[in-house]
C-alpha cells in the first residue's frame, strides 16, 4: 500500500506539471520572442519583439557589412527620423537603435556598449527622447525591455527566464494564443501582435509606416477617424513636467558627453514634441545645456513650437510624422 500511494503521489505530480511541460516544449518550438536561437530575419514576425534586443542582434549580424558608424537611440519617436533623412546631413553608416517607451538608462546602456565594442567608431548619435525619458536612471528588465547579457551584463540564465516568464503573462499569451487560433490581427491584440508584416527595413532599422499609406490614400479623413475625434475634442493644455534630472541621470549624462568626447561625436539631442503639449521642464533644459553645451540640445516640446497645434504632424497623441522629422534634422543640422 505505502509503494502505491508513492507511486501515485509521483503519477499525480506528472500530471499536474504536463500542462507546464506541454507549453515549455511548445514555446520553444515557437520561440515567438527570437531569442533561443539565431534567425536571419528578424523583420517580418507576427509577434511585437523586444526593439532594443532586435536591434542589438540586427547590429551583431550587419556590422562588418555595413559598417555602422552613426546610431539613432531613444524610445518609438525616433520612427520619423528616416536614415536616408539623417545622412544627408551626417553622411554615416546609420542604424537605428531604440526601443518602445526607452528611458535614459536603456539609452546609456546602450552607448556604453557600442563603445565597449572592439573597433567601433560613434560619429554620429541622434538621441531622441521626451520628458519622461529622463525620469528612470535604471534600465527597464521585462520581457519587451532586457537586452542580451553582452549589454545588460545579466545572466544568459536571467535573460531567458525573463522571456519565458513574459510568455506565461496574461497580457501576452491570451492575445498570442487567440491569434494562433484565430489566424488574424484584432484590435485588442495591440502591441503584442503586428498588424502589418514587415516593420523595419533590413539594414537601417528604419520603421516601416503604413500611417503614412493611410494617409496618401485617406487625405484628411485620417485625421477623422474615431481615434482622433475623440483626441480632438479634449483641451490639451501646456503642461510643464516636474523636474526629472537628480544626481544619478546627471552621472549618466556625463558618462554619455564623456563616451562622446572620446570618439569626437557629433551628438544631437531631440526633446519631442507631443500633441497633448507635455513641455520638459526648463530647469532640467538648463541643466542638459549645462552639460554638454550649445548646439547639442534642442526642445521641441516647449511653447515656441506650434507644430504642436498642428494635427497634420501626428501619427496619433504621442508620435509624429516623419515630414516634421525632416523639419527638426532641417533644423538641428543647420
Same mark, same amino acid.
Given at each position: 500500500?505505502?509503494?502505491?500511494?508513492?507511486?501515485?503521489?509521483?503519477?499525480?505530480?506528472?500530471?499536474?506539471?504536463?500542462?507546464?511541460?506541454?507549453?515549455?516544449?511548445?514555446?520553444?518550438?515557437?520561440?515567438?520572442?527570437?531569442? $533561443?536561437?539565431?534567425?536571419?530575419?528578424? #523583420?517580418?514576425?507576427?509577434?511585437?519583439? *523586444? =526593439?532594443?534586443?532586435?536591434?542589438?542582434? @540586427? /547590429?551583431?549580424?550587419?556590422?562588418?557589412?555595413?559598417?555602422?558608424?552613426?546610431?539613432?537611440?531613444?524610445?518609438?519617436?525616433?520612427?520619423?527620423?528616416?536614415?536616408?533623412?539623417?545622412?544627408?546631413?551626417?553622411?554615416?553608416?546609420?542604424?537605428?537603435?531604440?526601443?518602445?517607451?526607452?528611458?535614459?538608462?536603456?539609452?546609456?546602456?546602450?552607448?556604453?556598449?557600442?563603445?565597449?565594442?572592439?573597433?567601433?567608431?560613434?560619429?554620429?548619435?541622434?538621441?531622441?527622447?521626451?520628458?519622461?525619458?529622463?525620469?528612470?536612471?535604471?534600465?527597464?528588465?521585462?520581457?519587451?525591455?532586457?537586452?542580451?547579457?553582452?549589454?545588460?551584463?545579466?545572466?544568459?540564465?536571467?535573460?531567458?527566464?525573463?522571456?519565458?516568464?513574459?510568455?506565461?503573462?496574461?497580457?501576452?499569451?491570451?492575445?498570442?494564443?487567440?491569434? $494562433?487560433?484565430?489566424?488574424?490581427?484584432? #484590435?485588442?491584440?495591440?502591441?503584442?501582435? *503586428? =498588424?502589418?508584416?514587415?516593420?523595419?527595413? @533590413? /539594414?537601417?532599422?528604419?520603421?516601416?509606416?503604413?500611417?503614412?499609406?493611410?494617409?496618401?490614400?485617406?487625405?484628411?479623413?485620417?485625421?477623422?477617424?474615431?481615434?482622433?475625434?475623440?483626441?480632438?475634442?479634449?483641451?490639451?493644455?501646456?503642461?510643464?513636467?516636474?523636474?526629472?534630472?537628480?544626481?544619478?541621470?546627471?552621472?549618466?549624462?556625463?558618462?554619455?558627453?564623456?563616451?562622446?568626447?572620446?570618439?569626437?561625436?557629433?551628438?544631437?539631442?531631440?526633446?519631442?514634441?507631443?500633441?497633448?503639449?507635455?513641455?520638459?521642464?526648463?530647469?532640467?533644459?538648463?541643466?542638459?545645456?549645462?552639460?554638454?553645451?550649445?548646439?547639442?540640445?534642442?526642445?521641441?516640446?516647449?511653447?515656441?513650437?506650434?507644430?504642436?497645434?498642428?494635427?497634420?504632424?501626428?501619427?496619433?497623441?504621442?508620435?509624429?510624422?516623419?515630414? $516634421?522629422?525632416?523639419?527638426?534634422?532641417?533644423?538641428?543640422?543647420?
Amino acid at each position: 500500500m505505502k509503494k502505491n500511494s508513492i507511486s501515485a503521489f509521483y503519477l499525480k505530480c506528472i500530471l499536474l506539471a504536463l500542462p507546464f511541460i506541454l507549453l515549455l516544449a511548445f514555446y520553444i518550438y515557437k520561440d515567438p520572442f527570437m531569442v $533561443l536561437r539565431p534567425y536571419q530575419d528578424y #523583420d517580418h514576425s507576427r509577434i511585437s519583439q *523586444n =526593439e532594443g534586443d532586435v536591434s542589438w542582434m @540586427k /547590429y551583431k549580424m550587419y556590422r562588418n557589412r555595413m559598417h555602422y558608424d552613426s546610431f539613432i537611440l531613444g524610445n518609438s519617436c525616433t520612427k520619423a527620423f528616416q536614415s536616408s533623412d539623417w545622412n544627408r546631413y551626417v553622411h554615416g553608416h546609420s542604424l537605428r537603435m531604440f526601443a518602445n517607451s526607452e528611458d535614459l538608462g536603456g539609452v546609456y546602456m546602450k552607448i556604453e556598449a557600442l563603445n565597449s565594442q572592439p573597433d567601433q567608431p560613434i560619429k554620429n548619435l541622434l538621441l531622441v527622447m521626451e520628458p519622461s525619458t529622463f525620469i528612470n536612471a535604471d534600465s527597464k528588465e521585462d520581457f519587451m525591455h532586457i537586452m542580451p547579457p553582452e549589454v545588460s551584463h545579466k545572466s544568459q540564465i536571467t535573460y531567458q527566464m525573463t522571456f519565458l516568464q513574459g510568455f506565461f503573462t496574461p497580457k501576452f499569451f491570451l492575445p498570442y494564443m487567440k491569434y $494562433l487560433i484565430i489566424g488574424k490581427y484584432t #484590435d485588442n491584440m495591440h502591441g503584442i501582435i *503586428n =498588424e502589418d508584416v514587415l516593420t523595419r527595413r @533590413k /539594414y537601417s532599422n528604419d520603421e516601416i509606416l503604413p500611417q503614412e499609406k493611410a494617409i496618401a490614400k485617406m487625405g484628411d479623413g485620417f485625421w477623422k477617424q474615431d481615434y482622433w475625434l475623440k483626441i480632438l475634442k479634449e483641451y490639451h493644455p501646456l503642461k510643464v513636467q516636474p523636474r526629472a534630472l537628480i544626481s544619478s541621470q546627471v552621472s549618466e549624462l556625463k558618462d554619455i558627453k564623456s563616451i562622446c568626447q572620446h570618439h569626437h561625436t557629433n551628438l544631437k539631442i531631440v526633446i519631442s514634441p507631443e500633441f497633448k503639449k507635455k513641455v520638459m521642464n526648463p530647469k532640467d533644459i538648463a541643466t542638459l545645456n549645462a552639460i554638454f553645451g550649445p548646439h547639442v540640445v534642442y526642445d521641441f516640446s516647449n511653447k515656441h513650437y506650434l507644430w504642436m497645434d498642428n494635427k497634420h504632424n501626428f501619427y496619433d497623441s504621442d508620435h509624429y510624422r516623419v515630414t $516634421l522629422g525632416k523639419e527638426i534634422l532641417k533644423i538641428i543640422y543647420q
